[in-house]
Structure formats: C-alpha cells, structure tokens
T-cell receptor
C-alpha cells in the first residue's frame, strides 16, 4: 500500500512569505502529526490532527497552523516566515493515537527560508 | 518535564563490527519506546516498538532492550553494514487518556566505514 506522501519535497521561500505544506496519510489512517526537524533540535512536535480536529499541539508560535480534511489529508501553514523556520518538516500518519499505534513518516518537505 | 537523551551523539565503526546505542528517558506515564532509523534527507522508519512488559525485541540485525526500572533502552546492531549509516532516534510515548505525546531524542548519528 502507498506510504505517507508529502508535497512538495523541496521549497525555497523568502522571509515574510507564507507557505503551505501538504501531507497525504496512508489509506485508512485518521491521525496525522506534524514535526519540525533541525540539526540542533531533533524532531519537535508541532500538532496532531484526528478526524479533522486538532487533538494535540506543541510549543510553536501561532504562525504555525494546520488543518485536516475529511479524507484525512492534512496541510500545514507557516505565515510570516523567518530564517529560523528553515527545517525539514515531517508528517506521520497512524491509525489512531500516535502513541498507541505505529507512526509512519513521510519523506518530508525541506523548507529553506532566505 | 519529559526528556529523552541519547548517547553517543555520533559514532564511527568499521563494517562488520557491532555497536550499541543508548537511550535514557524520563517520560511519564510511560506507554512504549520505539527506535527509528533515519537516512539523510528522508523520513524516519520504525525499527522496533517495545511496551513496558517487553525486555528485548529483535528486527534482523537490530536488537533493542528495555529496562523500565532504570528507564534505559539500548539498540544493538550486529555485523554492521554500510547501509546502516544513518541517524537512530529513540522515541518514548506517554499516554494519558485521550491524549498521547511522543518525546524524541536528538538521535545518534552512525557512520559505518570500510
């Protein structure tokens, strides 16, 4: 079966712009989580969506937002981009709660802010 | 505060040799512990998942151990191959009712050389 698909794979934006990243989970998975990965910080949890509802949120500013559609696809939006937002953004899908059921990661979107 | 610490930060070994990676955690209430392998520029891939009652679990040349009393886990790689070069991330899950949270270690970067 198809894995988790993230688009685009690479993105270059300038400071102040906004960006939208997309994640299509594995068919049947209803939970989608988003993470930011930087070399110094490792993976940092952004938020988790389940059945179109945000169920959990990490400690990121309000410039980071997301949503989930009825088909479980999810988007993440970052507004007013800063240089420090440059990172690999990963999404993971799971059948239910990511803590209970296995989380499968996508390949990530590499965002570079210049 | 939930924390996961991994050691060493990086490791270089010769092909064919064994190695052991360490993970110490302070996560409560503990649900499960996972080891992921992440190749450069790609999403993490699950190697093992262990619950409180499991002491050891193997996946091919990878063997994970868990000591829930001392809150330590290790990942042992046997007869290393060049393809084992990657980052290995320890992830601990805490579940409280409807909420679940994953705490990630910053990873151990393993390089296998000829």
């Amino acid at each position: 079966k198809a894995g988790v698909t993230q688009t685009p794979r690479y993105l270059i934006k300038t400071r102040g712009q906004q960006v939208t990243l997309s994640c299509s989970p594995i068919s049947g998975h209803r939970s989608v989580s988003w993470y930011q990965q930087t070399p110094g910080q490792g993976l940092q949890f952004l938020f988790e969506y389940f059945s179109e509802t945000q169920r959990n949120k990490g400690n990121f500013p309000g410039r980071f937002s997301g949503r989930q559609f009825s088909n479980s696809r999810s988007e993440m939006n970052v507004s007013t981009l800063e240089l420090g937002d440059s990172a690999l953004y990963l999404c993971a899908s799971s059948l239910a709660k990511p803590g209970w059921s296995e989380a499968f990661f996508g390949q990530g979107t590499r965002l570079t802010v210049v | 505060k939930n924390q996961v610490e991994q050691s060493p930060q990086s490791l270089i070994i010769l092909e064919g040799k064994n190695c052991t990676l360490q993970c110490n955690y302070t996560v409560s209430p503990f649900s499960n512990l996972r080891w992921y392998k992440q190749d450069t520029g790609r999403g993490p891939v699950s190697l093992t998942i262990m619950t409180f009652s499991e002491n050891t679990k193997s996946n091919g040349r990878y063997t994970a151990t868990l000591d829930a009393d001392t809150k330590q886990s290790s990942l042992h790689i046997t007869a290393s191959q060049l393809s084992d070069s990657a980052s290995y991330i320890c992830v601990v899950s805490a579940n409280t009712g409807t909420a679940s949270k994953l705490t990630f270690g910053t990873g151990t970067r393993l390089q296998v050389t000829l």
